[in-house]
C-alpha cells in the first residue's frame, strides 16, 4: 500500500522557482526498481512528463525542461522534491507525483499517484 502525497505552495511568482515535495509511504524510495516521477497536467497539454529521480539517485529530465528542472531526495524522511525554476504562467498546472516502474521490458507504467495538487503562476 504505497501512498504519496504532493505539498507546497500553490502560488508562485513568475520568475521564481516552483518548489514541490511529494511524501512516500508504505516503501521506501531507495529501494525496489522504481522512479519516483513528476508529472504535471494542463487543461490545453494534456499529460506532460517533467522528470524523475530513481531509487539510485540518478535523474533524468524531459528535454524540454532540463534547464530549469531539478529534482533531489531526502532518505532520512522518504521524500522526493522538484524545483522548477525561472516559471512563467505556461507552467500553470496541476502538478503530480508517481511512481514509475518498467514493464514489457521498455515502457513505463505509474503505478501510484498522489492526488495532485494546483500550482498558478501569477503575480
Known amino acids: 500500500q504505497v501512498q504519496l502525497r504532493e505539498s507546497g505552495p500553490g502560488l508562485v511568482k513568475p520568475s521564481q522557482t516552483l518548489s514541490l515535495t511529494c511524501t512516500v509511504s508504505g516503501g521506501s524510495i531507495t529501494t525496489g526498481i522504481y522512479y519516483w516521477s513528476w508529472i504535471r497536467q494542463s487543461p490545453g497539454k494534456g499529460l506532460q512528463w517533467i522528470g524523475y529521480?530513481?531509487?539510485?539517485?540518478?535523474?533524468r529530465y524531459s528535454p524540454s525542461l532540463k534547464s530549469r528542472t531539478s529534482m533531489s531526495r531526502d532518505t532520512s524522511n522518504n521524500q522526493f522534491s522538484l524545483q522548477l525554476s525561472s516559471v512563467t504562467p505556461e507552467d500553470t498546472a496541476v502538478y503530480y507525483c508517481?511512481?514509475?516502474?518498467?514493464?514489457?521490458?521498455?515502457?513505463?507504467?505509474?503505478?501510484?499517484w498522489g492526488q495532485g495538487t494546483q500550482v498558478t503562476v501569477s503575480s
Open positions: 508517481a511512481r514509475g516502474v518498467i514493464v514489457a521490458g521498455f515502457e513505463t507504467k505509474y503505478d501510484y
Open positions: 529521480i530513481a531509487y539510485s539517485g540518478v535523474t
